[in-house]
């Protein structure tokens, strides 16, 4: 069975400066996505990234991009020029590609703090 | 992104009575729609997984007789909470997904008194 494991239960970062948030993850399929999911206060789930496994190039939102290792199994999120509105509960999430709609792994989640 | 809409955001309910939560996908059709449960600062716990037209699959330690799902059309699912108790009280968010993406609705909490 796959696992998502986030290892940072909270983070901290100034303002403007930037944070990694880590996620590891196991399984022995090789082809599947990768997701980074924000759940701010009002706790509505909201995409962050995503990451094809099949896709060597990491991927990248305007601030927010991957560190996409497929060999160690990790993928970090690199938030840069962080911002108050950052501050979130981000979940790292799994979804393998061999069925049209899988369920989503999540792990346990990562709280950022943001500090003016 | 895609438009969901889940009613009610917040419902408070006696014990032993039955709460109805409507998960709509407003712009697209949902193949297959994801039931979950988050407790406070924790990750979301899958409930169950529906499919249009089919009986709903739930994990395991889920009481499918508890938390009746129905997924009657593409667009359409909904949760049942069946003689509510104060331990189902918890954050229920319904995920209506497609081929790679998976949406979320707003959340519904869900407190029995």
């Known amino acids: 069975a796959q696992t998502v494991t986030q290892s940072q239960p909270e983070m901290s970062v100034q303002e403007a400066e930037t944070v990694t948030l880590s996620c590891t993850y196991d399984t022995s399929e090789s082809d599947y996505y990768l997701f980074w999911y924000k759940q701010p206060p009002s706790r509505q789930m909201i995409l962050v990234i995503r990451?094809?496994?099949?896709?060597?190039q990491n991927a990248t939102e305007n601030r927010f991009s991957v560190n996409f290792q497929k060999a160690a199994k990790s993928f970090s999120l690199k938030i840069s020029d962080s911002q108050l509105g950052d501050a979130a509960m981000y979940f790292c999430?799994?979804?393998?590609?061999?069925?049209?709609?899988?369920?989503?792994?999540f792990g346990t989640g990562t709280r950022l703090q943001v500090f003016p | 992104g895609a438009v969901v809409s889940q009613h009610p955001s917040r419902v408070i309910c006696k014990s032993g009575t039955s709460v109805k939560i409507e998960c709509r996908s407003l712009d697209f059709q949902a193949t297959t729609m994801f039931w979950y449960r988050q407790f406070p600062k924790k990750s979301l716990m899958l409930m169950a997984t529906s499919n249009e037209g089919s009986k709903a699959t739930y994990e395991q330690g889920v009481e499918k007789d508890k938390f009746l799902i129905n997924h009657a059309s593409l667009t359409l699912s909904t949760l049942t909470v069946t003689s509510a108790h104060p331990e189902d009280s918890s954050f229920y968010i319904c995920s209506p997904s497609r081929v790679i993406e998976a949406f979320f609705g707003q959340g519904t909490r869900l407190t029995v008194v």
């Open positions: 999430a799994y979804r393998s590609a061999y069925m049209d709609t899988d369920k989503l792994i």
């Open positions: 990451q094809e496994a099949y896709k060597q």
